[in-house]
C-alpha cells in the first residue's frame, strides 16, 4: 500500500479521538490518554500498548508529528505529538463518513416507526 493511499484510509475510532484531542492541543501520550477518557468516561479503556501503537501508526502516515519533548513533574521526559495539515484533512474526511453514517442511522431508526 502507498503511503498516500494509506492517510486516505479510513480512521479507527481510537485514530479518530487521538487526532480530535490533537486538533485542540499538543499533548503527550498520557495526556492523550487522559483527554480521551475524560471526553467518553463510558467508551472503551485507553490501554497505553495499543494507544502508542496508534500514535506510531498515524506518525508513519504523516498523521501526526513528535513535537517535542517535555518534563513530567518528576523530571522525565515526554514525547508530545501534534497533528498535521493531512491529520486534519483526514479527521475532516472521518467527520464526513461519521456524519453519513449517522445520517444512515437516523433513517433507520425513522424506518422503524
Known amino acids: ?5 494509506d492517510r ?5 475510532m481510537l485514530e479518530t479521538q487521538v487526532l ?3 486538533a485542540r492541543d499538543d499533548l503527550h501520550g498520557y495526556g492523550i490518554a ?7 468516561p463510558d467508551g472503551p479503556k485507553v ?3 495499543n494507544l502508542y501503537r496508534r500514535l506510531h501508526d ?20 515526554r514525547k508530545t505529538f501534534a497533528i498535521t495539515d493531512v491529520g486534519r484533512e483526514a479527521l475532516s474526511a472521518q467527520t464526513q463518513r461519521l456524519a453519513g453514517f449517522v445520517d444512515e442511522l437516523r433513517a433507520a431508526e425513522g424506518s422503524s416507526e
Open 1 to 5: 500500500m502507498t503511503p498516500t493511499m
Open 8 to 12: 486516505q484510509a479510513a480512521l479507527s
Open 20 to 22: 480530535m484531542v490533537l
Open 34 to 40: 487522559l483527554e480521551i477518557q475524560r471526553r467518553d
Open 47 to 49: 490501554y497505553p500498548t
Open 58 to 77: 498515524l506518525a508513519d502516515r504523516g498523521l501526526i508529528l513528535n513535537a517535542g519533548t517535555e518534563l513530567d513533574d518528576k523530571g522525565r521526559a
